[in-house]
């Protein structure tokens, strides 16, 4: 029950801060105070299926996590952990790519390789972008279907963060969504694991010719908007001060938006 002592709290400061403010003759001393905005009704709570279903498209991935169920493992994952999760999610598009020599086909694959393959499209941790800088000294970097031959190696330079799996060298192209404990970004890439197709990897054509593009998409998924959701969501709102003297008529009414909170939550 933190909402609920946060705006009795909220509720205390508010009438303390209106009394200071009415008592305090001209001119009107500035006083510290957090208005924190009133905390938002919304629930940390990401519908995963909703999510992949309007972004990307996605549509290839997301069924393959409903075919295996992965999807409801995730889903846990991110409802029920601390820890978080996060998702490399590769576009239709990179599906389409796969049946083509040397790139083997998820066709051939068993139930059980298709999941553990779904799986290594995960860690089982949210990562704002931010965090890759870090997480990249410590390769390799065990997923949600294990380590060894099951973990991926990042690299991070300037923004720009690539992942290797062995079979599929590939970077991150967007965040879809990253506010903890929830991250997902696009990949251009399926991530191919060597757990399920061997060491015995054939030489890859030779990139495709759009290194220009790549480096531009970079920046763009590591803009300031894209880190501002992410990471350590919440915490500043109470880092914000303002004076009473001047928010008077904000702080009666935001007393009363608080008092209706607090009734609300204790009803
Ligand atoms: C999640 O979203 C999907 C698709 O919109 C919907 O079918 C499903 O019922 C939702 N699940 C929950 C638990 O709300
Ligand atoms: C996740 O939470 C939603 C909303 O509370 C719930 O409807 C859904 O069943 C949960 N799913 C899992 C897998 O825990
Ligand atoms: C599927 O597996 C069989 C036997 O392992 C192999 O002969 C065939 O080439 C594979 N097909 C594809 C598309 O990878
Ligand atoms: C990841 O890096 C480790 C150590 O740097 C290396 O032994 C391993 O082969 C790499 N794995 C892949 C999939 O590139």
Known sequence: MEFPSKLVLLFLIAILSSTQSQSATSPPAPVPFSPAPAPAPTSPYVNLTDLLSVAGPF???????????????FQNQANNTHQGITLFVPKDSAFRALNKPPLPSLSNVS?????????????????????????????PVSTFAGSGQFALNFTYTNGLIRIDSGWSQTKLSSAVHSTNPVAIYQVDKVLL???????????????????????????????????????????GSGDSTSSAGSAGLGLLSKLVVACGGVMMLLL
């Open 59 to 73: 549509h290839e991935f997301l069924g393959y996590l409903q075919s295996t169920k992965v999807i409801d493992t």
């Open 111 to 139: 139930a059980d390789q298709l999941k553990q393959i779904m799986l290594f499209h995960a860690l089982p941790r949210f990562y704002s972008l931010a965090d890759f800088d870090k997480l990249s000294q410590k390769n």
């Open 193 to 235: 694991p060597e757990a399920v197709f061997g060491t015995d990897i054939p030489p890859m054509p030779a990139p495709a010719p759009a290194p220009e593009k790549a480096a531009s998409q970079a920046p763009d998924a590591d803009s300031p908007s894209a880190d501002a959701t992410s990471g350590k969501g919440g915490k």
